[in-house]
Nanobody
Framework: QVQLVESGGGVVQPGGSLRLSCAASGFTVSSYGMGWYRQAPGKQRELVAFSNTAGGITNYADFVKGRFTISRDNAKNTVYLQMNSLKSDDTAVYYC???????RGQGTQVTVSS
């Protein structure tokens, strides 16, 4: 089955960290650009970070630069999003995506609250 499954979300205090995982099955992530998106209540979905096919080129939204890092483990066929210095504005459902495959995971909730 071709799918993406996210995990690692949860509730964290401002300033805390979380690492999201996106496990792919049915295709090889090393052959595709992979991205993380998020959608907060009442807001449009927005790109958070993107990693090109080889993982050597990454792009980040301005609002996460210096705080979030996208990476991939090709041996595990998994993409990660390390999130540090979290803010309340980072509260959202985070989705993993393989745009060229037309795939998006079910999302994982991240809540930043004291």
């Amino acid at each position: 089955q071709v799918q993406l499954v996210e995990s690692g979300g949860g509730v964290v205090q401002p300033g805390g960290s979380l690492r999201l995982s996106c496990a792919a099955s049915g295709f090889t992530v090393s052959s595709y650009g992979m991205g993380w998106y998020r959608q907060a209540p009442g807001k449009q979905r927005e790109l958070v970070a993107f990693s090109n096919t080889a993982g050597g080129i990454t792009n980040y939204a301005d609002f996460v630069k210096g705080r979030f890092t996208i990476s991939r483990d090709n041996a595990k066929n998994t993409v990660y999003l390390q999130m540090n210095s979290l803010k309340s504005d980072d509260t959202a459902v985070y989705y993993c995506s393989a745009p060229r495959r037309g795939l998006r995971g079910q999302g994982t909730q991240v809540t930043v609250s004291s």
